[in-house]
Nanobody
Framework: QVQLAESGGGPVEVGGSLNISCVHS????????LAWFRRVPGKEREAVAC????????YYEDAMEGRFTISTDNAKNTLYLQMRNLKPEDTAMYYC?????????????????WGHGTQVTVSA
């Protein structure tokens, strides 16, 4: 089991930037990828970004590509999501996750461990 804890969420103006982090426990040998998801109350959770640990390759939801950047720092056991040019529709609870599968499967919902979320609110 990988324990994860998000932080850095908060209010931000439209067009602004915000960086959120996810500190996680030491990854197990089986962990292959880390990802960010988001969810708005009443709507289903959606994938935001994913990073493959072995290669560092990253993948993004189309709506976020070019504005969001996912990265990881193994020495600090921290996953990051840099967000810029934020829009009101980006308002959501953001969750980090660890998976034993690659990003393709993560996009399909195959995730083993979750954080509890950090709220990002973009003013209109």
């Amino acid at each position: 089991q990988v324990q994860l804890a998000e932080s850095g969420g908060g209010p931000v103006e439209v067009g602004g930037s915000l960086n959120i982090s996810c500190v996680h426990s030491t990854l197990t040998d089986s962990t292959k990828s880390l990802a960010w998801f988001r969810r708005v109350p009443g709507k289903e959770r959606e994938a935001v970004a994913c990073i493959y640990l072995s290669s560092g390759n990253t993948y993004y939801e189309d709506a976020m590509e070019g504005r969001f950047t996912i990265s990881t720092d193994n020495a600090k056991n921290t996953l990051y999501l840099q967000m810029r040019n934020l829009k009101p529709e980006d308002t959501a609870m953001y969750y980090c996750a660890a998976a034993i599968r690659g990003c393709g499967r993560v996009w399909a919902g195959y995730v083993e461990d979750w954080g509890h979320g950090t709220q990002v609110t973009v003013s209109a």
